[in-house]
T-cell receptor, first 113, second 118 residues
Framework: AQSVSQHNHHVILSEAASLELGCNYS??????LFWYVQYPGQHLQLLLK??????LVKGIKGFEAEFIKSKFSFNLRKPSVQWSDTAEYFC???????????FGGGTRVLVKP | GAVVSQHPSWVICKSGTSVKIECRSL??????MFWYRQFPKQSLMLMAT???????TYEQGVEKDKFLINHASLTLSTLTVTSAHPEDSSFYIC????WGQGNNQPQHFGDGTRLSIL
């Protein structure tokens, strides 16, 4: 069965620190991977997506993620976080772009000002 | 951008009541919508895939008679929680994809509906 796992449940860091959130998937064959962010009191928003091609994907708000097929990973990174990056981050995967998503457990990120 | 609207955003009702939640794609057509459930401090779990004009596809362990899904038009899907009980209290989220924009389009999520059963 397909699954997506996120390594960290909670991350606390200071402004300007670098952020990396781990995500691993178990899918055979083609996989589409996503990172979503949920700010407090808001709906899920897409940060970035990987379908094919360049494994380094750049998203909104300075986020990027790297698809490493050999490691079944799709880690999210941001070189320098801001207080406004405080949110919950979800990694998700699907077999095709519009198909049902399997979500990881989420990582709550708290950026201290 | 594509917008998905859910209504109501929050509902409180007595045990035994049936509750209907609407999910609308405001500026695009969605032949397929998805319903997720999110318990506090947990991730989203897919409940069912709602297909316009046909029966919904339910995930394993989800009672189809308990969670009725109707997708009568290309812009509206409804989830009815029948005879709701306190254990049905949760955050219900729908999503939809703009199929008219081609294959490589992600899902867009609604704001969610917080259901509290007393």
């Amino acid at each position: 069965a397909q699954s997506v796992s996120q390594h960290n449940h909670h991350v606390i860091l200071s402004e300007a620190a670098s952020l990396e959130l781990g995500c691993n998937y178990s899918y055979g064959g083609t996989v589409n991977l996503f990172w979503y962010v949920q700010y407090p009191g808001q709906h899920l928003q897409l940060l970035l997506k990987y379908f094919s091609g360049d494994p380094l994907v750049k998203g909104i708000k300075g986020f990027e993620a790297e698809f490493i097929k050999s490691k079944f990973s799709f880690n999210l990174r941001k070189p320098s976080v801001q207080w406004s990056d405080t949110a919950e981050y979800f990694c998700a995967g699907s077999r095709t772009a519009g198909n049902k998503l399997t979500f990881g457990g989420g990582t709550r990120v708290l950026v201290k000002p | 951008g594509a917008v998905v609207s859910q209504h109501p955003s929050w509902v409180i009702c007595k045990s035994g009541t049936s509750v209907k939640i609407e999910c609308r794609s405001l500026d695009f057509q969605a032949t397929t919508m998805f319903w997720y459930r999110q318990f506090p401090k947990q991730s989203l779990m897919l409940m069912a895939t709602s297909n316009e004009g046909s029966k919904a596809t339910y995930e394993q362990g989800v009672e189809k008679d308990k969670f009725l899904i109707n997708h009568a038009s290309l812009t509206l899907s409804t989830l009815t929680v029948t005879s709701a009980h306190p254990e049905d209290s949760s955050f219900y989220i729908c999503s939809a994809r703009d199929w008219g924009q081609g294959n490589n389009q992600p899902q867009h999520f609604g704001d969610g509906t917080r259901l509290s059963i007393l």
